[in-house]
């Protein structure tokens, strides 16, 4: 059994691994892989994946969720793309390699992007803050977690259109859906293998984009219309999210998992601010509860500290290779008693080398 | 063991099912679904099945191999916007629903389509002959074969710079990928799961688009330099893709598979030919290899022959629902005893009704 603190495409529940792999052999007598879309037992497994997405993010009505492909990358586009108005102009707030992304393709797709807020000059060690959405834009988007950085908003900004990338932290914690046009997340985190992405759009915000270029695959509106069977889903991944909300909702759903999260992330912070071979990277208040980043403050010492977590059978722990350092990332399916044996290989380590 | 002659997502061997599902719950120690990408033991997976794509296939140097999402619906769009010349004008061949959507996205990009040759005169019964393509176009565009029709190009138009979305029979067959600037293809027929999009693209075609429109996403020139890894790719289809044209290459290729192809539609329309209670509904000379369609010639029968084919643990048999019959999809992995099956159902039904 490995420690597996990977970034993603991450862990799910050894249950989940298990009903997924089952599938692959027998599912109604076929194997998942060779189930026509089209058949009613996978429509009821697309049914219930929306359905429990929605109960277990409490999605009020009037929101409709899809599951399509191609990850936050082409949600950057499709998100741009369907929230244009008359403004063509949108808010940004920068806080990292993935709203850079988000930016971009916001560019290229003729939207006026107005960088309002911005950690960049300090390498994303922050989240900015006293944001204030101008009015003539179109929404407002932002990165609710930085995987990289290993920084989180734990308060919202507010707009009128909010529009949030939120793969990195969707299903951890509690949200309200309310307060969003548009949520979108590739499912690699929390929810589901790679293969999958999440979108929750507020049904009125459907069909309104002032863009001119709208291929159909990215239409949000004609995806819901076809409730996310415009064309072939990525059957398996949506499959195995929707074993995995099965499995959420059963073990006390999000408002459960925000609980063990935060516990597992205090006991990790605590160790790096108590040890002194170690350092966090971010700003307190602004550190991620889903990637724990950190270094050694004596950069010598890591091919021994290297050697040591290896050897406790952890895996996934070095950084972002743009950042260097450690990352140890916390998603749903870690158990607090993974985070015991990394704390453990720091105390040792601290107890070695005093 | 049931005989499932279902259009797609679609059989794969039963070997290829079982490693797929063994590596859900162990590949090299993980599960498959939460290794990261760029983890070297993924990263080799994805070298292998770019590399088992070209041996299968004898591309030739000078192409390049991605797995992308999305299927071939978002691929109508990547196409276009990849293959946009001077002209901004490319011709179009139309042969049913899949050729027609390409139509749709390509003049949603700015294309301006030229339909040189259609079938839809006779509800696309046919594959229409005789193609001559504009000198003053970009590039010309089919669709090897009409999954809902049962159409097949047997022999393919000519082109300067010819594109072909090839969903539902590459790797069914041998082609000659130099004649072609980009061939594209959903994986969930004979490649993989559903979830990923072959592309085959010569390489000096990359990077000359006229579109102002390029998503990053969709910039073919991007992904090739990023070894389709620009962000998570489909880490388990393709994983699985690459199972299975291992599999294909220890079974003589795609060389072994046409023959058994040949044999298994021979088998079938000579059944159709010869049977009285059935007719097929395509031109004789355009008939798939892939997907056999045919209907009774009294429809009254129907409940009594869907009854005989169930009993026999055929499954995926009734005709897509846009026109009815039948439709017996032989892709790779269908045995040819699963043909003999169905042939024995039609062939008693004849017996007991005569």
Request: hydrophobic letters at 40%; a negative charge.
């Amino acid at each position: 059994m490995k420690h597996n603190f990977g970034a993603g495409p991450c862990i799910l529940p050894q249950a989940v691994f298990k009903q997924a792999s089952e599938a692959v052999l027998d599912f109604n007598g076929l194997s998942i892989l060779e189930v026509s879309h089209r058949h009613k037992d996978f429509v009821a497994v697309m049914d219930e994946a929306i359905d429990l997405t929605k109960k277990v993010l409490g999605v009020p009505d009037g929101y409709s969720v899809l599951f399509l492909q191609g990850g936050a990358t082409l949600g950057f586009t499709i998100t741009a793309l369907n929230m244009m108005r008359e403004h063509k102009r949108a808010a940004y707030i920068n806080t990292g390699t993935w709203s850079s992304g988000a930016i971009r393709e916001a560019g290229k797709v003729g939207i006026e992007v107005l960088e309002i807020a911005s950690s960049q000059d300090r390498n994303f060690s922050y989240i900015p803050k006293g944001i204030v959405c101008p009015d003539d834009v179109d929404y407002l988007h932002f990165t609710s977690n930085n995987t990289i950085a290993g920084t989180q908003f734990h308060d919202f900004p507010k707009a009128k259109h909010l529009v949030c990338d939120m793969s990195s932290d969707i299903f951890s914690k509690e949200i309200n859906v309310a307060d969003f046009d548009l949520i979108y997340a590739g499912a690699q985190k929390n929810l589901g293998p790679a293969g999958a992405t999440l979108y929750i759009v507020k049904d009125e915000v459907l069909g309104k984009s002032t863009s001119q270029f709208m291929p159909t695959y990215m239409d949000l509106k004609k995806q819901a219309d076809k409730g996310s069977m415009l064309n072939t889903p990525p059957v398996f991944s949506v499959y195995t999210a929707m074993l995995n909300l099965k499995d959420l909702q059963a073990h006390g759903g999000v408002k459960e998992k925000q609980k063990q999260n935060d516990a597992k992330a205090a006991l990790l912070y605590q160790e790096i601010d108590s040890n002194p071979l170690f350092e966090g990277t971010v700003a307190k208040e602004d550190r991620s509860k889903m990637n724990v980043t950190f270094k050694l403050t004596d950069e010598s010492l890591k091919e021994e500290f290297d050697k040591n977590w290896k050897s406790a059978d952890i895996v996934g722990l070095p950084g972002h290779r743009s950042v260097g350092g450690y990352r140890a990332s916390l998603y749903n399916a870690l158990e607090i008693d993974s985070v015991r044996v990394l704390v453990e290989v720091m105390k040792e380590f601290a107890r070695v080398k005093a």
